[in-house]
C-alpha cells in the first residue's frame, strides 16, 4: 500500500476523485469546502481535466447534467446554502436517470446560516434533494480515509443503479487533517449506452430527458426508478456497530458526531456501562436491518447528531417505536463533546436499571 | 508514548497552523493516530488562529481539542482564552516576549520563552514558533528529534528548502530554554 500522509479532508475527497477517474468538476467556492475546487483547480488541468468554477451553484449543477448525461464521471461540490441552490438541477438529473457525485460539506443553517460544522440537512438529504419522487444515495464518512473510500465507490454505485450518489459530511470532516493512504485499485467505469455523446452516425442518437407529459409514461418513469431504489435498499445499506453485542443502550450516529459518539461509549464502557455505537455509513439507504440487530439488546436507544433532531425519525421508524428513543444534539455549529454524551448515557443506563 | 490533546494558538501569521502540522506529521512518522483541526472563519484574518491537535495510540474521536494538556499561546488573547480549559497536570507554553500572564495557575506547568525576542537575537525572524516548538519537545517529549526532523522535512514546501535549516536550529535553540 501507499503510504500514509497527513491530508485535510476536502483536499482528500478531491485526489480521490480524479484516481475514481473523475475528469470534469464544475463548482462554486463556499466555506467550508473550498479547498475541493482550490486543489482541483490545480490537480485538474494536470491529469487532462476540465476543472470550472461557474458563475453561481445552478450554473454549475446544470453543467453537471450536461457532463453526465454525455456519459463521463463528474463531480461537484457544495455546503448547505449551495445546495438548496443546486437542488432543482439535483432533481433534474434524477430525472434524467444520470450518474454523479455531489459533495454536501454541511454547514450551520437554515438560510446563510454560519460556517461551523452542521449535520441539519440529513433531511434534505435522504428525503427530499430535489422536488419529485426522488432519492440520491447518501454516504456518511467519518473519517478522512473513509471519505475517499467512498468516493470510489460513490462513482462505481451511482453508474451501476444511474442514481446521483451524495457525500454527506461536515466542515469539521472537510478541515481537519488525519493520515490517508490512497487504494492502489484500477478503475473501471460502467458502459453506458444511453450516454449522449458523439458517435460517428453509427447509431440512433441517445436522448437525455426528465419531460415526460403524459402522466403514464411519467408513471411508468418513477415505478422503474423507484425498482431501482429497492434494489438499492436491499443491497448497499452499511453501517458499522462497534460494543454493540450485550449494549443496554444503543447509541446511534453518523459522520463527525459518530466520532464523538464513539468516545463517549469508551468512556462509558470503562466505567462499567453497557453501551454501544451503531454508525450508519449509507443515510439513504438507511441501514434498517443493522440498526434492528445492533439494538437486540438495547432497551433504549441514544441518538446524537449535530442538528436539532432528523436522523432520530428514522430510528423511531426503522425500530417501528417498540423501545425508547432519546435524542441529544447541538446545532448552528456547536460540536457536542464526548463528555456531554456519556452523561447522557449515564443518566439513560440509571434510568434503564431501574 | 502516551496520547497527547493539543492547541496551538496566536495571531494569524505566526505560523500556529504549521507548527501543529509539524506535530502531527511527527506523530505520525511514529505510527501513531494523528489528527489535526484549524480553526476557520472570518477570525483568522489577522485576528487570532488556532488548532487542535491529537496524537494517540487509538484511533482519534473528537478531533476538537476542549481540554487540552498541551497548551502553546503566541498572543495575549490565546491565552485568557485557553488558560483555563488546561488540564491539570498539564504543559502551557507561552512567548513571554508577547504574552503577559495575567493569571497563572498553581496546577499547570508554565514554560516561559522569549521566542520572539531570541528569534530577532539569532537571525530566526518570523519562527519563533519552532523556538516553542524546541522546547514543546524538551518538555513533553512527544517524539524523538530525529522525528521532528522527518516531520519539518514533509511539512516545508520545496520551494522553501533553503529555510529548513533555519527551522532546526529553531527548534534546537528552543530545546535549550
Not at chain 2, 9 to 20: I, P, R
Request: with cysteine; charged share 20%; aromatic share 6%.
Amino acid at each position: 500500500m501507499a503510504e500514509r500522509i497527513l491530508m485535510k479532508g476536502n483536499e482528500a475527497i478531491a485526489e480521490a476523485a480524479i484516481r475514481a477517474g473523475c475528469r470534469h468538476f464544475f463548482g462554486y467556492p463556499i466555506t467550508p469546502q473550498t479547498e475541493v475546487s482550490a486543489y482541483l483547480a490545480k490537480r485538474m488541468p494536470k491529469v487532462g481535466g476540465c476543472f470550472l468554477q461557474a458563475e453561481s451553484e445552478v450554473a454549475a449543477i446544470n453543467m453537471v447534467l450536461g457532463a453526465a448525461a454525455a456519459g463521463v464521471r463528474v463531480m461537484t461540490s457544495s455546503s448547505s446554502p449551495g445546495i438548496s441552490l443546486k437542488s432543482e438541477g439535483i432533481s433534474y438529473i434524477i430525472g434524467s436517470d444520470l450518474p454523479c457525485v455531489i459533495l454536501n460539506i454541511q454547514r450551520g443553517g437554515p438560510g446563510l446560516g454560519g460556517i461551523q460544522p452542521s449535520q441539519a440537512d440529513y433531511n434534505q438529504a435522504t428525503k427530499a434533494p430535489g422536488h419529485g419522487d426522488a432519492h440520491v444515495m447518501v454516504f456518511a464518512p467519518s473519517t478522512v480515509q473513509e471519505m475517499v473510500t467512498c468516493i470510489f465507490d460513490m462513482f462505481d454505485l451511482s453508474e451501476q443503479y444511474r442514481v446521483p450518489a451524495m457525500l454527506l459530511g461536515d466542515g469539521l470532516l472537510g478541515q481537519m487533517m488525519e493520515p490517508v493512504e490512497f487504494p492502489d485499485v484500477k478503475v473501471t467505469p460502467a458502459e453506458k449506452p444511453w450516454a449522449a455523446n458523439g458517435h460517428q452516425n453509427k447509431r440512433e442518437h441517445n436522448v437525455v430527458n426528465s419531460l415526460y407529459l403524459q402522466p403514464d409514461q411519467l408513471e411508468a418513469k418513477n415505478i422503474e426508478r423507484f425498482e431501482r431504489y429497492a434494489q438499492i435498499q436491499a443491497n448497499e445499506t452499511r453501517a458499522e456497530a462497534f460494543e454493540t453485542e450485550d449494549c443496554d443502550v444503543l447509541v446511534v450516529a453518523y459522520g463527525a458526531s459518530s466520532r464523538i459518539a464513539r468516545s463517549a461509549v469508551m468512556n462509558a464502557r470503562a466505567q462499567g456501562l453497557k453501551v454501544g455505537l451503531l454508525r450508519p455509513i449509507t443515510l439513504w439507504p438507511f441501514p434498517k436491518k443493522e440498526l434492528l440487530k445492533a439494538s437486540k439488546t438495547a432497551k433504549d436507544i441514544l441518538v446524537v447528531e449535530m442538528s436539532m433532531g432528523q436522523m432520530v425519525d428514522d430510528v423511531k421508524l426503522a425500530l417501528e417505536c417498540k423501545k425508547p428513543v432519546h435524542f441529544f444534539g447541538h446545532t448552528g455549529g456547536i460540536i457536542p463533546t464526548p463528555a456531554e454524551v456519556l452523561e447522557q448515557l449515564k443518566t439513560i443506563a440509571g434510568g434503564a436499571a431501574k | 508514548m502516551a496520547s497527547y490533546n493539543m492547541v496551538f494558538a496566536g495571531f494569524g501569521g505566526q505560523g500556529v497552523l504549521f507548527t501543529g502540522k509539524v506535530v502531527a506529521y511527527a506523530g505520525l512518522i511514529d505510527g501513531k493516530e494523528v489528527s489535526w483541526l484549524p480553526s476557520y472563519g472570518p477570525e483568522m484574518r489577522g485576528g487570532t488562529a488556532n488548532c487542535s491537535v491529537c496524537i494517540s495510540d487509538l484511533p482519534v474521536g473528537s478531533p476538537l481539542v476542549t481540554e487540552p494538556d498541551v497548551l502553546i499561546a503566541m498572543n495575549g488573547p490565546s491565552y485568557d482564552k485557553f488558560i483555563d480549559a488546561v488540564k491539570p497536570g498539564g504543559v502551557v507554553i507561552i512567548d513571554s516576549s508577547l504574552v503577559n500572564p495575567s493569571k497563572r495557575r498553581e496546577d499547570v506547568t508554565l514554560c516561559e520563552v522569549p521566542a520572539t525576542a531570541l528569534s530577532n537575537e539569532e537571525h530566526l525572524e518570523g519562527i519563533a514558533n519552532m523556538i516553542l516548538l524546541g522546547k514543546l519537545l524538551e518538555s513533553t517529549g512527544f517524539a524523538s528529534m530525529e522525528t521532528v526532523e522527518q516531520s519539518v522535512q514533509k511539512c516545508v514546501p520545496a520551494s522553501k528548502a533553503h529555510l529548513l535549516e533555519h527551522n532546526l536550529r529553531a527548534i534546537r535553540l528552543g530545546m535549550e530554554q
